[in-house]
Antibody, heavy 122, light 114 residues
């Protein structure tokens, strides 16, 4: 059973950078695509981006493309989100999530971390 | 991008009564090769991360009570709670996997007790 723990959030000024981490414990997640999803205060869920199981493919939301980079370390069971040139509108809780798979088809996000809060403010 | 529109934004239902949430997709999410609708439902309780309830539009995740059911196909989907319990107070989101990236979510529906 995979457990996910995010870290690295905090208060940061606009224009600065932040690196979020997600540590997986329990079963490894090396066979799963990994995603970041964020939720602004009082708002809905927004997909940020993802990395394939082996790190070879990465996709990013248009709202953050060019400012973020997602990477993973399957030896250390870690996922990362590097965010640059942060904006006030990037303020949100950032969740690390794993893809569930059944019958060779994605089912949804079957594991979620508790999230790490990022506040972008001057 | 596929746009998911949920309705209503919120609803209040008496304990033991039925609650139904609708999710409409801007295009079909039915994968004809395996006849699966790539539509997932989540439940998010206050202060918690979302929890996967139903995938492929109608398949309950392990451990999800059978009062939760999903229905629909192609562009029109429903999540039904057959007999609302106090612990079902939450925001519910639909999500599509048919065309990615990006993965997209509906705007959410807040369910409360009347």
């Amino acid at each position: 059973q995979v457990q996910l723990v995010e870290s690295g959030g905090g208060v940061v000024q606009p224009g600065r950078s932040l690196r979020l981490s997600c540590a997986a414990s329990g079963s490894t997640f090396t066979n799963s695509g990994l995603h970041w999803v964020r939720q602004a205060p009082g708002k809905g869920l927004e997909w940020v981006g993802m990395v394939s199981y082996d790190g070879s493919n990465k996709y990013y939301a248009d709202s953050m493309k060019g400012r973020i980079s997602i990477s993973r370390d399957n030896i250390r069971n870690m996922l990362y989100l590097q965010m640059n040139t942060l904006r006030v509108e990037d303020t949100a809780v950032y969740y690390c999530v794993t893809e569930g798979v059944s019958e060779w088809s994605i089912t949804g996000y079957d594991k979620w971390g508790q999230g790490t809060r990022v506040i972008v403010s001057s | 991008d596929i746009v998911l529109t949920q309705s209503p934004d919120s609803l209040a239902v008496s304990l033991g009564e039925k609650a139904t949430i609708n999710c409409k997709s801007s295009r079909s999410v039915l994968h004809r090769s395996n006849n699966k609708n790539y539509l997932t439902w989540y439940q998010q309780k206050p202060g918690q991360p979302p929890k996967l309830l139903i995938y492929w539009a109608s398949t309950r995740e392990d451990g999800v009570p059978d009062r939760f059911s999903g229905s629909g196909s192609e562009t029109d989907f429903n999540l039904t709670i057959s007999s609302l319990q106090a612990e079902d107070v939450a925001v519910y989101y639909c999500q599509q996997w048919y065309v990615t990236p990006p993965v997209t979510f509906g705007g959410g529906t807040k369910v409360e007790i009347k």
